[in-house]
């Protein structure tokens, strides 16, 4: 079965641009099957994955390029960098558009190769796993998340609101395509696959880490802080490993694109803003696993569960800007006095505030701190509150309820 991406659109255009397209994400995410889909007759598909073709493209690299000329796809090129400078001497031989589509599940060494090896001539593009758009609405095609009244109406069309107990369920199962798609599939099973798979291969690869339970650790620390702000010496401590340590190993989770640094949003107006980033696990279901959640109902009822919340609300918000090719305008607000805006869309200098709730009646004291954001912007947009109300209602004149079913 095949769930039409979101992608599929900003990939088809961007590939009568581009002589090169490298699509990242984390593993099992659909990068192969969105391209496989995509791809048609004329293209051929090769998988580094195959250890025969992984070592000719190592070592006989343009020898690889005549055996597999353009139009290829490429799968998993992290594993052969070598192929990075002849891929760029093909193309400007060539100099036509769509001639290599590459997929990569690392960033960390991948991204170094690939903008000095083919810096202007590369588009990079980012798939995380299915959105809640995806699923509910499959194949109608949204633009980036913006929380003005149109772009909200219009995202309610035609999609149900879900309930308190479908939110929770989706939360804790996650977004990898093989959970959503087959919901027979053993949930802790695949998890557990998951992270070993990506213990021994991805992490191995990315850093020398001796100690592969220590990472481990490193790894369920940093679920268990999802939607806090970055505290690295916590986390360090967690793992019984040193600071530097764990700053080298959260960038390993980064490049992965397992994590999400949501940045403050800075002004040089005032100096009362805290600097440090929030994380966010970008695959809730991945992040009830290690914190060892056993079902929808413990998590819904559970210390974690208004963290879990804004953590879906902002990588469904994420995947909307990512999935639609753009870059992903987002940032929060806080203060030393501890006063918060839980997101920021910034978007030609307008200011887009937005809370998460999980609650079915927020009112007017939920948008209290909105107003601070007037030393930092001169514009401020209409935002509010995206919360578990079925429908949008307004809270004043400029902020409304936002449901959870328009993201």
């Known amino acids: 079965m095949y769930l039409p991406r979101t992608l599929e659109v900003f990939f088809a255009q961007a590939t009568e641009h ?6 990242s994400g984390p593993r099992q995410v659909g990068k192969t099957t969105l391209l496989q889909h995509l791809r048609g007759e004329e293209r051929e598909y090769v998988t580094l994955d195959d250890p025969l073709l992984r070592q000719m493209a ?12 353009a139009p290829v796809l490429i799968d998993e090129i992290q594993y052969a960098p070598e192929l990075l400078p002849h891929i760029k001497i093909a193309v400007d031989r060539q100099r036509e558009a769509g001639m290599f589509w590459l997929t990569g599940s690392q960033q960390f060494h991948l991204m170094k190769g690939v903008t000095e090896s083919l810096a202007g001539r590369v588009g990079v593009v980012h798939l995380l796993g299915l959105s809640h758009r995806e699923i509910a609405a499959p ?4 633009p980036p998340f913006l929380p003005t009244h ?34 027979s599939m053993d949930r802790d099973l695949f998890y557990g696959s998951y992270v070993q798979t990506y213990l021994q291969r991805d992490v191995r690869d990315l850093a020398n880490v001796g100690n592969e339970l220590s990472f481990l650790r490193f790894l369920r620390a940093a679920a268990a802080r999802t939607g806090q702000l970055l505290n690295l010496a916590e986390m360090a401590r967690d793992a019984d490993v040193s600071p530097n340590t764990a700053k080298h190993w959260l960038s390993i989770l980064q490049a992965s ?11 040089n107006v005032t100096k009362r803003l805290v600097k440090r980033p929030k994380l966010y696990f970008l695959d809730t279901g991945l992040g009830a696993y290690l914190t060892e959640w056993s079902s929808p109902e413990t998590l819904e009822a559970g210390a974690m569960s208004g963290a879990m919340l804004e953590t879906w609300i902002v990588s469904e918000i994420l995947k909307s800007y990512w999935h639609n090719g753009r870059r992903a305008p987002l940032y929060f607000y806080r ?9 920021l869309i910034v978007k030609d200098n307008v200011v887009y505030p937005l809370e998460c709730k999980k609650s079915a009646a927020p009112d007017r004291r939920n948008v209290k701190h909105f107003s601070l954001l007037e030393k930092l912007s001169p514009s401020i ?23 959870l079913s328009t993201l």
């Open 150 to 183: 149109e772009n909200l109406l219009k995202r309610l069309e035609g999609v149900e609101s879900p309930d308190l107990r479908t939110v929770y369920q989706r939360i804790w199962r996650g977004s990898f395509p093989a959970l959503v798609l087959q919901p």
């Open 139 to 142: 194949g109608e095609h949204f």
């Open 58 to 69: 190592k070592d006989e690299p343009a020898l690889f390029l005549q055996r597999f000329p």
């Open 381 to 403: 947009g209409p935002g509010g509150v995206v919360c578990l109300v079925d429908r949008l209602l307004p809270i004043n004149e400029k902020y409304q309820l936002i449901p």
């Open 257 to 267: 694109e397992l994590v999400y640094l949501l940045e403050p949003y800075f002004s």
């Open 18 to 23: 581009f002589p090169v397209l490298l699509l």
């Open 335 to 343: 203060d030393k006095d501890q006063k918060e805006v839980d997101l």
